[in-house]
């Protein structure tokens, strides 16, 4: 299992952390952010496919920002898979 880290970019979430097993999310955090429903994102994703769930959540928009902390977890889980 390898942890990673991503700092998303503007959005109130600082920091996502996750590790990956075989292609599968576990242990999903956020710092900062709507609490709540950032733990419900980590709740739904755990045990899910990292690139199944970053095909869904990419392009997701908050408040016309042009991104999200979900768009953010998107890049995230890219950037982790293009790693692996």
């Not at 709507?34 to 199944?52: P, R, S």
Request: hydrophobic share 35%.
């Amino acid at each position: 299992m390898s942890t990673f880290s991503y700092t998303p970019h503007g959005v109130c979430s600082r920091n996502i952390t996750f590790d990956l097993e075989d292609g599968k999310i576990y242990n999903l955090r956020f710092a900062g952010g709507c609490n709540g429903n950032l733990k419900a994102i980590g709740l739904l994703l755990e045990g899910a496919d990292a690139k199944q769930a970053a095909d869904t959540l990419r392009g997701n928009d908050c408040g016309g920002r042009g991104t999200s902390c979900a768009d953010q977890l998107s890049k995230a889980l890219d950037q982790a898979l293009a790693q692996a």
